[in-house]
């Protein structure tokens, strides 16, 4: 049984930051590629970012240059730096990792719970 936990949303002015928290708990397996996923307030959950085992990170077009994925296996941890919020990044932030269970022969999904970040004067 494995289970993600985000954390590190609140309330954050229009181009402050914040850094969120993914880690990964249990036994018995390993963590590959890891993402985050956001769904603001009426919209669909649309993808964010995405880092490899070997660190290489992807991101949205919305949010290059902006954001940073990053992840510390030793950990099962990954982290999401948000820098020049705006208001639009308003939404609840989603850790999302493909998992491979011991003695499984392929990967399993899953999915935290959320963390709500909300960008406002």
């Known amino acids: 049984q494995v289970q993600l936990v985000e954390s590190g949303g609140g309330l954050v002015q229009p181009g402050g930051s914040l850094r969120l928290s993914c880690v990964a708990s249990?036994?018995?397996?390993?963590?590959?590629?890891v993402a985050w996923y956001r769904q603001a307030p009426g919209k669909e959950r649309e993808w964010v970012a995405g880092?490899?085992?070997?660190?290489?990170?992807n991101y949205a077009g919305s949010v290059k240059g902006r954001f940073t994925v990053s992840r510390d296996n030793a950990k099962n941890t990954i982290y999401l730096q948000m820098n020049s919020l705006r208001t639009e990044d308003t939404a609840v932030y989603y850790c999302?990792?493909?998992?491979?269970?011991?003695?499984?022969?392929?990967?399993?999904?899953?999915w935290g719970n959320g963390t709500l970040v909300t960008v406002s004067s």
């Open positions: 880092i490899s085992t070997g660190s290489i990170a």
């Open positions: 249990g036994t018995g397996f390993s963590v590959n590629y």
């Open positions: 999302n990792a493909d998992v491979r269970p011991q003695y499984s022969p392929r990967d399993m999904t899953y």
